[in-house]
Every structure is written in structure tokens, then in C-alpha cells.
């Protein structure tokens, strides 16, 4: 399977985790980014020890060599998570992923990888598309608020929260796609990269349980949070797409996997019936012939 499939795969997936995990956020649980960590690295978990138990080769050392990547991509999703509560998902989710173009610029000035004009045009068409996605979103709130005689929330637009938690998710998550990458061509295989991660996240997991059920004292009730489960079944799944991808062609998987916040508006049209404006069709358009162009390199 090659990397194009396996970053279509990748982005089906975690526009899914994307989608299920709005509908499992709450405003008003500020222990919500914690429970779907618990989630999220339980999940993963599970699958690290079936791959071990079916046969994949592991040694606990592939932890600590995956670790720098690991420990990135961890912070950046509890960040992103944590920032749900402080701006809207639709605003925050273009401008977090927009790290996909931040590892491609690392690759490209770090790790001298290449992209051709073609792949190079694929790539900007989907980066102009997460972009605009973002602006057209804000321009769409505003405008629901202003029609309605709201006044802004303060929570959202005075906040330094709400604009720092996205900015460093983008920032982290990019760097690191930057260390997947150089840790993949040089230090560890995609299977044993994949298997350290969901290990670490369960570590993360059970940290999380134990801040939030025993020292918090919260209680949680699992038909409560069937959103948050589903969102951990679609990120494990998107994740061991999205490593062997990475592996394979970082400079122009990594932004086009970004695009999966794109698919998450889709699938907002699609199940909870949100409409969607001519301007957002136009920019899904622009993004979907940017992956056709990668598609056909």
C-alpha cells in the first residue's frame, strides 16, 4: 500500500476522531481534555498489545528512541484538546492543523527532502485550503452573532488562551511530524514507532486516570462518553495510517494529512446536517484538487 493510501486513509480516519471528539467535548467539564486522553490511550493501548501479542517485533528500547516524537505529538493533542474549551473547533482545527505545512519546511530546510513542481503546487493548493477554511469559519461566527444581537464571548476573542492553545499545537504537532520523520529514515521502523507511541499514550492514559478518578475524585460514566471512545477507535486507526505514510514521504504527507480537518467539515454537512456556504464548498474543492495532484505523483 502506498503512502498516497495510506494518507487518504489517514485523513478518513482522523477527520472522524475530529468530528466525535467536538461531540464529545464540554464546554463546562474542565476535566474533558483528560478524559479523552484516558480514552484515546486506552484504545491505542489495546491495539499496541494485539500488534505484540500477533508477533510484531518490539523492544521496550523502541520507547525511549520514539520517545522525542512521542512526547511531542502527546503534548500537542492535549493542548488541542485543553483549547476546545477557550475557541470554537471550527476556528481552532484549520489553524492546528496547519503543522503539517510547518513539518514540510522542516523537512525541506532541515532534512534536504524534495517535492517536485507538481507536488509542490498539490501541497500549496491544500495549505491554501486549511487556511482559508479558518477565515472563512471566523467570518461565519461573526456573522451568526451579529444576526443574533450576540456579543462576542470574551472567552474566545479576549482570551490569550484562545489564541495560544491552537498556535502551539500547530507549532508542536509540526515539530513533531519534523522528529517522526528523522526518527523514521534513521533510528526505527514504522511497526515499532506505532507500537511505542499507543504504548506511551496508554502511560499518558492511565496518568490521566489517576489526576482525574482517584486524586479528583471524578466519577465517569462510560455511557457518557461513548463520543470520546469513538473519536480513540478513528485516532488509532488514523495514527498507524498516518506513521507508514510519514515513512514513506514526510514533505508531502504531512500536509496533506492536515487536510483532514476539511473532511471533518464534510462529515459535519453529511451527519449533523450543518449547511455548508458556497465560499466552504470552493476551498473543499481547491484542497480536493491539490490531493489529486499529490495522488497522481
Not at 524534495?114 to 477554511?133: D, E, S
Not at 506511551?200 to 490521566?208: E, G, I, K
Not at 476539511?262 to 450543518?274: C, D, F, G, M, T
Request: hydrophobic share 55%.
Amino acid at each position: 500500500m502506498n503512502w498516497f493510501v495510506l494518507a487518504l486513509i489517514a485523513i478518513l480516519f482522523w477527520s472522524g476522531s475530529d468530528l466525535f471528539s467536538k461531540m464529545g467535548s464540554k464546554s463546562d467539564d474542565i476535566y474533558s481534555h483528560w478524559k479523552m486522553v484516558m480514552a484515546v490511550g486506552t484504545v491505542m493501548g489495546i491495539h499496541a498489545i494485539y500488534l505484540i501479542a500477533a508477533g510484531t517485533p518490539f523492544s521496550f528500547v523502541d520507547i525511549i528512541t520514539y520517545l522525542p516524537a512521542s512526547f511531542l505529538y502527546i503534548l500537542a493533542m492535549i493542548l488541542g484538546y485543553a483549547g476546545l474549551r477557550y475557541i470554537e473547533l471550527s476556528i481552532s482545527s484549520p489553524v492546528c492543523n496547519s503543522s503539517g505545512a510547518v513539518a514540510a519546511l522542516l523537512c525541506f530546510f532541515i532534512l534536504g527532502d524534495t517535492m517536485g513542481a507538481m507536488q509542490f503546487f498539490g501541497v500549496a493548493l491544500v495549505c491554501i485550503g486549511v487556511f482559508a477554511l479558518s477565515v472563512i469559519e471566523k467570518k461565519k461566527d461573526d456573522t451568526i452573532r451579529l444576526q443574533s444581537g450576540l456579543a462576542a464571548d470574551k472567552k474566545y476573542t479576549r482570551s490569550v488562551l484562545a489564541i495560544v492553545f491552537p498556535l502551539l499545537y500547530c507549532l508542536i504537532d509540526g515539530l513533531g511530524t519534523f522528529a517522526d520523520a528523522l526518527l523514521l529514515d534513521r533510528a526505527i521502523a514504522e511497526a515499532q514507532a506505532n507500537i511505542a507511541y499507543e504504548l506511551t499514550f496508554l502511560f499518558m492514559a492511565v496518568c490521566a486516570f489517576i489526576y482525574v478518578v482517584i486524586i479528583k475524585k471524578q466519577k465517569i460514566t462510560l455511557s457518557k462518553e461513548k463520543p470520546k471512545m469513538v473519536a480513540a477507535l478513528c485516532e488509532t486507526a488514523g495514527q498507524f495510517a498516518y506513521v507508514f505514510a510519514i515513512g514513506a514521504n514526510a514533505i508531502v504527507a504531512a500536509p496533506m494529512i492536515s487536510s483532514y480537518c476539511i473532511a471533518s467539515l464534510l462529515w459535519s454537512r453529511l451527519l449533523l446536517k450543518e449547511k455548508l456556504s458556497k465560499a466552504q464548498y470552493l476551498v473543499i474543492a481547491i484542497a480536493a484538487v491539490g490531493i489529486v495532484i499529490l495522488g497522481q505523483e
